[in-house]
């Protein structure tokens, strides 16, 4: 299957707990995504709570509580795993975000998708 990639400028520069917001086309929808810098890598998610389709940062663009260690839903409180974004406390415990390929390349990274996906 032909994957869809996209360059995020500066994703490769962010610091710990930093985020980048962007949007994304899939299947003729375009959609809110972040790319994460943890102390494990970066990570890419739609920006969408699994319990609610509704975005996670309300509009502000962060993403992390660094005193639990988690991506968190500001509509519920959610709490998701920086390495998979499993849910592990909330409303939607054990689903998950959708994750999204990330590879860094010097100060920016690439986000892929199945294109039909």
Known sequence: MNRVRLRILGAGQLAPGESLTFELERAGETLPAFVLRHDAGLFAYLNRCP???VDLDLGDGRFYA???D???CKNHGALFRVADGVCDHGPCLGQ???ALQVTAEGEDAWISWPESS
Do not use: F, K, S, T
């Open 96 to 98: 998950a975000l959708q």
């Open 66 to 68: 660094e005193d639990v």
């Open 70 to 72: 988690r991506i968190y």
């Open 51 to 53: 319990h609610w389709a």
